[in-house]
Nanobody, 117 residues
């Protein structure tokens, strides 16, 4: 079975930091582009960042300079380091595994990040 298991979400104050982790199993991890997406109440889903199997990253404009995506292929894990958090970063964050065109894509269960005083 395929699983994407997230950890690291929670409540933080504005200006704080948080690190999200997504551990994948049941896939050949190195074949997949990994990514993070988020959705806030009343808003459309939004790309946060992606990282392909060569390590190339794509980061959304709203988080560029504050968030960093990385992957550890030895641990089948993708990380999202979130710094200088703002209240508008509050959302449910989802881990995504995007495979080659002929393969299925997978999503994690989502984890809540709340930035508030």
């Amino acid at each position: 079975q395929v699983q994407l298991v997230e950890s690291g979400g929670g409540l933080v104050q504005p200006g704080g930091s948080l690190r999200l982790s997504c551990a994948a199993s049941g896939i050949i991890f190195s074949f997949y582009t990994m990514g993070w997406y988020r959705q806030a109440p009343g808003k459309q889903p939004e790309l946060v960042a992606t990282i392909n199997n060569g390590g190339r990253t794509n980061v959304g404009d709203s988080v560029k300079g504050r968030f960093t995506i990385s992957r550890d292929n030895a641990k089948n894990t993708v990380l999202l380091q979130m710094n200088s958090l703002k209240p508008e970063d509050t959302a449910v964050y989802y881990c995504n595994a995007d495979g080659p065109a002929s393969l299925a894509d997978y999503w994690g269960q989502g984890t809540q990040v709340t930035v508030s005083s």
